[in-house]
């Protein structure tokens, strides 16, 4: 899967400096946890917070707390696993494990707080003074018992340039089947605590351009979890503009993994993570699917599988200036029974993995199956590009967001949801004027529209751009629906 190309010097030189400023500090984490299936009580879990450090730097303990309401709330202090685990740009993944027994059922946030969050982080207020905060929900529950969070299959990229678009995909799922979504979040300094004057990537001057010439844009796909930035401005962390691989500009971004089932929301993980922008040393490499067409993808890479039958489709990656080139699938799919398979072989300069793959009945569902390929180049440049499938159900779903919800009562659909451009209200009670209102991830009211009338009104969205919205309908004073809203 490796072919050799061109040295990446100014890339790696460029890396470099990056390295030599994350000193001890920490740049991404996360917290996992499982319900212990060997344990003879249900409430026993067991968790491992993952934290990424620069390579090198020994941390031999973290201390966690676990979310048990009253004076009393435990903290617990435990030693790492192992020395850390290189993933590439110079840095390491150190992992903690820990168990433990919670007193009775319940939603518990489990959390880790340190100081040493990355210095000169250009889209948050003096983040060298900011502490590094991440937290888990976990629904404690003898009814969910063997049930652990999302695994987290593609570790964070941390690599960008200046006005070349870049796509991250945790290549998350859930080993018990359960749905997932995906929101953006403000990253926190402490529990409930936003770090200050945290700004969306994409609004940090000066602004970068979209590849097609456009406003720059900062986008998570709700459903298959894949982040875009198109793309980087040229902010330099000390207040400059990126000219030379040796500057850098260094952003924070965290997004929150749920978990679903049957419609009810029993988990969360949040990743916390930081993105390094820098002068490109050559031009955008290459990353493109090659017959994703004729497989039977639509424009969102999504394509509906029928079991029993086979499908197959190519990705081709090149990079024209580097070390060493591979492309690594990844995804569920590869871990079932029956699993996929990838074959790699040189096209022409390329690097093409071909994927074919042959669900089974029992694999039906109502959420997708995600495949995210990631092309390397070197140790430094990374970029994904992301593919679902549906086996056995029709494109789109609604399982992914809470399509309806009752209130008071009363139950108002609203439909389709995934949504493209417009939506319906429907059961809405009563004949007077119904206010809809939208806000996104961050909690900023998006859309309100205060005066609709009639038994089915109409909602027009084409002017928001794609993302997952929280939704409330009232009239006059009454709440009579609240969900979630996928645009796509």
Same mark, same amino acid.
């Given at each position: *899967?490796?072919?050799?190309?061109?040295?990446?010097?100014?890339?790696?030189?460029? @890396?470099?400096?990056?390295?030599?400023?994350? $000193?001890?500090?920490?740049?991404?984490?996360?917290?996992?946890?499982?319900?212990?299936?060997?344990?003879?009580?249900p409430?026993?879990?067991?968790?491992? @917070?993952?934290?990424?450090?620069?390579? $090198?730097?020994?941390?031999?303990?973290?201390?966690? #707390?676990?979310?048990?309401?009253?004076?009393?709330?435990?903290?617990?202090?435990?030693?790492? +696993?192992?020395?850390?685990?290189?993933?590439?740009?110079?840095l390491?993944?150190?992992?903690?494990?820990?168990?433990?027994?919670? /007193?009775? =059922?319940?939603?518990?946030?489990?959390?880790?707080?340190?100081? #040493?969050?990355?210095?000169?982080?250009?889209? *948050?207020?003096?983040?060298?003074?900011?502490?590094?905060?991440?937290?888990?929900r976990?629904?404690?529950?003898?009814?969910?018992?063997?049930?652990?969070?999302?695994?987290?299959?593609?570790?964070?990229?941390?690599?960008?340039? &200046?006005?070349? !678009?870049?796509?991250?995909?945790?290549?998350?799922?859930?080993?018990?089947?359960?749905?997932? %979504?995906?929101?953006?979040?403000?990253?926190?300094? !402490? %529990?409930?605590?936003?770090?200050?004057?945290? *700004?969306?990537? #994409?609004?940090?001057?000066?602004?970068?351009?979209?590849?097609?010439?456009?406003?720059?844009?900062?986008?998570?796909?709700?459903?298959?979890?894949?982040?875009?930035?198109?793309? /980087?401005?040229?902010r330099?962390?000390?207040?400059?503009?990126?000219?030379? /691989?040796?500057d850098?500009?260094?952003?924070?971004?965290?997004?929150?993994?749920?978990?679903?089932?049957?419609?009810?929301?029993?988990? %969360?993980?949040v990743?916390?993570?930081?993105?390094?922008?820098t002068?490109?040393?050559?031009?955008?490499?290459?990353?493109?699917?090659?017959?994703? &067409?004729?497989?039977?993808?639509?424009?969102?890479?999504?394509?509906?599988?029928? =079991?029993?039958?086979?499908?197959?489709?190519?990705?081709?990656?090149?990079?024209?200036?580097?070390?060493? +080139?591979?492309?690594? /699938?990844v995804?569920?799919?590869?871990?079932? &029974?029956?699993?996929?398979?990838?074959?790699?072989? +040189?096209?022409?300069?390329?690097?093409k993995?071909?994927?074919?793959?042959?669900?089974?009945?029992?694999?039906?569902?109502?959420?997708?199956?995600?495949?995210?390929?990631?092309?390397?180049?070197?140790?430094?440049?990374? #970029? +994904?590009?992301?593919?679902?499938?549906?086996?056995?159900t029709?494109? =789109?779903?609604?399982?992914?967001?809470?399509?309806?919800?009752?209130?008071?009562?009363? !139950?108002?659909?609203?439909?389709?949801?995934?949504?493209?451009?417009?939506?319906?209200?429907?059961?809405?009670? $009563?004949?007077?004027?119904?206010?809809?209102?939208?806000?996104?991830?961050?909690?900023?009211?998006?859309?309100?529209?205060?005066?609709?009338?009639?038994?089915?009104?109409?909602?027009?969205?084409?002017?928001?751009?794609n993302?997952?919205?929280?939704?409330?309908?009232?009239? $006059?004073?009454?709440?009579?629906?609240?969900g979630?809203?996928?645009?796509?």
């Open positions: *899967m490796t072919i050799s190309t061109r040295p990446l010097l100014v890339a790696l030189l460029g @890396l470099l400096s990056v390295v030599e400023c994350l $000193g001890s500090h920490l740049v991404a984490g996360e917290i996992s946890y499982r319900q212990d299936a060997g344990s003879t009580n409430f026993t879990y067991d968790f491992t @917070l993952t934290l990424y450090l620069a390579q $090198g730097v020994d941390k031999p303990d973290a201390t966690l #707390n676990i979310g048990v309401d009253g004076g009393n709330n435990p903290l617990q202090v435990v030693n790492r +696993d192992r020395v850390g685990t290189p993933i590439g740009n110079g390491q993944a150190v992992s903690y494990t820990f168990k433990y027994t919670y /007193p009775g =059922p319940g939603t518990y946030i489990v959390s880790f707080t340190e100081e #040493n969050r990355s210095p000169s982080i250009v889209n *948050m207020f003096q983040s060298a003074n900011t502490a590094f905060h991440i937290e888990s976990v629904t404690v529950s003898a009814a969910l018992r063997g049930n652990g969070s999302p695994r987290l299959l593609n570790p964070p990229i941390f690599r960008a340039f &200046a006005g070349q !678009k870049v796509c991250i995909n945790p290549a998350a799922y859930d080993a018990e089947g359960d749905s997932l %979504s995906y929101r953006l979040v403000t990253p926190l300094a !402490k %529990s409930g605590s936003a770090v200050s004057a945290y *700004m969306s990537p #994409n609004q940090v001057t000066p602004r970068g351009t979209s590849e097609s010439g456009g406003e720059p844009t900062f986008t998570l796909n709700a459903l298959t979890g894949e982040l875009c930035w198109d793309s /980087p401005g040229g330099k962390r000390d207040g400059g503009v990126i000219s030379t /691989p040796d850098f500009g260094q952003y924070a971004v965290a997004f929150a993994v749920e978990e679903w089932r049957k419609g009810v929301k029993i988990g %969360s993980t990743r916390d993570f930081a993105i390094f922008v002068a490109p040393g050559a031009p955008k490499p290459e990353l493109r699917a090659e017959n994703a &067409a004729g497989a039977g993808f639509d424009a969102d890479r999504l394509v509906r599988a029928e =079991p029993g039958r086979p499908f197959t489709f190519s990705v081709l990656y090149k990079a024209s200036d580097a070390t060493r +080139d591979s492309l690594r /699938p995804g569920e799919t590869f871990l079932l &029974a029956r699993r996929a398979s990838a074959t790699t072989a +040189d096209s022409a300069g390329f690097v993995v071909t994927y074919t793959w042959t669900p089974t009945a029992a694999e039906r569902r109502g959420h997708p199956y995600v495949i995210v390929f990631r092309g390397e180049s070197g140790d430094a440049l990374r #970029n +994904d590009l992301t593919f679902g499938v549906f086996v056995g029709d494109i =789109p779903v609604g399982q992914v967001t809470a399509t309806e919800d009752e209130v008071d009562g009363q !139950k108002v659909r609203l439909f389709p949801n995934p949504a493209r451009n417009r939506v319906r209200l429907a059961g809405v009670p $009563g004949t007077g004027a119904v206010c809809f209102r939208l806000t996104d991830a961050l909690g900023r009211e998006v859309y309100a529209s205060p005066n609709l009338r009639g038994t089915t009104p109409e909602v027009d969205l084409a002017a928001l751009p993302g997952l919205y929280a939704y409330t309908i009232t009239t $006059g004073q009454r709440l009579v629906g609240k979630r809203l996928l645009k796509r």
